[in-house]
Every structure is written in structure tokens, then in C-alpha cells.
Antibody, heavy 121, light 106 residues
């Protein structure tokens, strides 16, 4: 049974880089059977898909964030990560990692519990 | 792909039948999923590919539709169903979500 757990992040200063990791339990992050996603939800607002990685190295990013986002896999730690650069208060949100089978054409059926990130000086 | 979900909120009682609609800005075949979210929790997949019930989800939940118009129906609302529901398309990237429908007690 696949389970995902985001790292705790907390507070990030404006203009800095937000870094989160998602540890995969019950499966391998190296497996081509899954796509690994990041989604965020601003306070009281909509869910926003940030991007994903699949086939170990192939990434898709939301165009609204593409210039600031990097998603990658760390096989040695069985985790995948999100880096979002040049953050502003608008990046304050709950960040979720989620998985889907193979690629984005399958639903995100396993989610982490979410981690709250606040951007503030 | 823009997602328009309605209503944004509704008030209902236990036992009611409720329907939530989701309209997409272009045809997405059946690449439409429904999620339930409770406060402080991650979204939970209910329905995938428009009408397929996710394992472990009660049969009172059902989905239908194709093309650009989709519905989520709860046949007999239970106490544990008071939550916010989101549609989401996975026809193309970026994946997008509807604005949510909050189901509240009447």
C-alpha cells in the first residue's frame, strides 16, 4: 500500500527558495509505474496543480509556475522533491504530494497529509 | 482547461439526494475525477474517469457525463458526507481543478 509523507517546511522568507520533499513508503520512487505530483492549496482557495515527474526524469509543470519550479527524484532516499524559487506571500499554501499510476492520464489516488508553508519575513 | 463547478455551496439534510455539476471549457472525453476534502485533510479520490467508483468508496456516490458536462451525485447524504467536493480534469496538462462545492448541513 503506497503512502506518501511530505517534509515539514514552515516559514520561508520572501525571495528565497521553498524546498519540500515527499517520502514514498510501500513503493519505489524509481518505479516507472507511478507519476509523482505536487499540488498546493492557498488559504480558503482552489487546488492548484504545480507539476509532476514520471519515467524517472520526465517533468510537466504548470505554466503559471514553470519558470520557478523544479521537481526531481532522489532514489537513494526514495523521495521526490519540489523547489520553488523567488517566493512571495502568494506562495503561502498547504502543499500536497500525490501519486498516480503511470502518468497524468490516471487519477491522483494517493495523497500525503499536506504541509503548510508560510512566506513571510 | 477551465473548470466551472456549481453550485459553490449547498445546504442539505441527511438522506437528501444531491447533485454537483462540473463543466469544462473544452471536451475532455471522460478524463474527469471527483475528490472529497474535509477540513485539514488532503483530498480523497471518489470517482475517476467520470463514472468509476474508487475502491472503498460507498456506492451512494456516483458520477456521470462526458465531453464537457459532468455530474457527481450522492443518492442519500450521510453525516460523513458534509465536506467540499472538487472536480479535476486529467485530459491535459496543466491538470486543473474546479472551484469546489461545499456541502453544508441545512
Amino acid at each position: 500500500q503506497l503512502r506518501l509523507q511530505e517534509s515539514a517546511s514552515g516559514l520561508v522568507k520572501p525571495s528565497q527558495t521553498l524546498s519540500l520533499t515527499c517520502t514514498v513508503f510501500g513503493g519505489s520512487v524509481s518505479s516507472r509505474a507511478y507519476s509523482w505530483n505536487w499540488i498546493r492549496q492557498s488559504p480558503g482557495k482552489d487546488l492548484e496543480w504545480i507539476g509532476n515527474i514520471y519515467d524517472r526524469v520526465t517533468t510537466d509543470y504548470n505554466p503559471s509556475l514553470k519558470s520557478r519550479v523544479t521537481i526531481s527524484v532522489d532514489r537513494s532516499k526514495n523521495e521526490f522533491s519540489l523547489k520553488l524559487s523567488s517566493v512571495t506571500a502568494a506562495d503561502t499554501a498547504v502543499y500536497y504530494c500525490a501519486s498516480s499510476v503511470l502518468d497524468y492520464r490516471n487519477p491522483m489516488d494517493v495523497w500525503g497529509q499536506g504541509t503548510t508553508v508560510t512566506v513571510s519575513s | 482547461i477551465q473548470m466551472t463547478q456549481s453550485p459553490s455551496s449547498l445546504s442539505a439534510s441527511v438522506g437528501d439526494r444531491i447533485t454537483i455539476t462540473c463543466r469544462t471549457s473544452q471536451k475532455i472525453n471522460n478524463f474527469l475525477n471527483w475528490y472529497q476534502q474535509k477540513p485539514g485533510k488532503a483530498p480523497k479520490l471518489l470517482i475517476y474517469t467520470a463514472s468509476n467508483l474508487q475502491s472503498g468508496v460507498p456506492s451512494r456516490f456516483s458520477g456521470s457525463g462526458s465531453g464537457t458536462d459532468f455530474t457527481l451525485t450522492i443518492s442519500s447524504l450521510q453525516v460523513e458526507d458534509f465536506a467540499t467536493y472538487y472536480c479535476q480534469q486529467n485530459y491535459g496538462v496543466p491538470l486543473t481543478f474546479g472551484g469546489g462545492t461545499k456541502v453544508e448541513t441545512k
